[in-house]
């Protein structure tokens, strides 16, 4: 069973990047990681998936080396409106019988004007 | 919004009480998964079901069941309810196993 740590906060400025790292050292072969957002009183919000190297998207860069035991959120040129809650989840999604869907705590990036 | 709903919003019962959350997933979605988030756990995973068969448990207490319908809904059913179990409780929906899950807005559960 995978288990996830992440820094508790992060502070950032507008116009910055953000690089949130998830340790997870006891990854299984068959986990991928994803990483979601969450906003006060609301569900997470899916962000970016990755299994290995790098993965990009519109809003966000996925880092993930060789090892895989850690994997880095990107935010390029955060706004206020991207602070929030910032999850990482370790785990096989397909399903396999005993598998548990891991989240890390949790990290909460304030960005400020 | 995800398109994903859960029913109710918020819920508030007393000690020993038995409570049933209901999740709609995304129209075409398959896979439902259920989750716990509390100040002191975090979001804990619960369990996880695909077309109407459990696939993955995950920390669920045997005072809580869950099923998933013909119809695809799914129902978190939660006994003998004790103050330690508010929380709120997330369900998220996947076309298949593997997909991008995504997260209906929650039911806020308060055990008095």
């Given at each position: 069973l995978a288990k996830t740590t992440q820094p508790i906060s992060m502070d950032s400025y507008e116009g910055q990047e953000v690089n949130i790292t998830c340790s997870h050292n006891n990854i299984a072969t068959n986990d991928y990681i994803t990483w979601y957002q969450q906003f006060p009183s609301q569900g997470p919000r899916f962000i970016i998936q990755g299994y290995k190297t790098k993965v990009?998207?519109?809003?966000?860069s996925l880092f993930i080396p060789a090892d895989r035991k850690s994997s880095t959120l990107s935010l390029p040129r955060v706004?206020?409106?991207?602070?929030?809650?910032?999850?990482?989840?370790?785990?096989?999604?397909?399903?396999?019988?005993?598998?548990?869907?891991?989240?890390?705590?949790?990290?909460?990036?304030?960005?400020?004007? | 919004?995800?398109?994903?709903?859960?029913?109710?919003?918020?819920?508030?019962?007393?000690?020993?009480?038995?409570?049933?959350?209901?999740?709609?997933p995304r129209s075409g979605?398959?896979?439902?998964?259920?989750y716990q988030q509390s100040l002191d756990q975090g979001l804990q995973f619960l369990i996880q079901y695909y077309n109407g068969e459990e696939r993955a448990k995950g920390n669920i207490l045997e005072r809580f069941s869950a099923q998933q319908f013909p119809d695809l809904h799914s129902e978190l059913n939660l006994s003998s309810l004790e103050l330690g179990d508010s929380a709120l409780y997330f369900c998220a929906s996947s076309v298949e196993l593997s997909d991008t899950q995504y997260f209906g807005p929650g039911t806020r559960l308060t055990v008095l």
């Open positions: 990009t998207n519109e809003v966000a706004s206020l409106s991207d602070t929030a809650v910032y999850y990482c989840l370790v785990g096989d999604m397909s399903g396999a019988a005993g598998n548990k869907l891991t989240f890390g705590g949790g990290t909460r990036v304030l960005v400020k004007p | 919004d995800s398109g994903v709903t859960q029913t109710p919003k918020h819920l508030i019962t007393a000690t020993g009480q038995r409570v049933t959350l209901r999740c709609s979605d398959l896979s439902v998964y259920w």
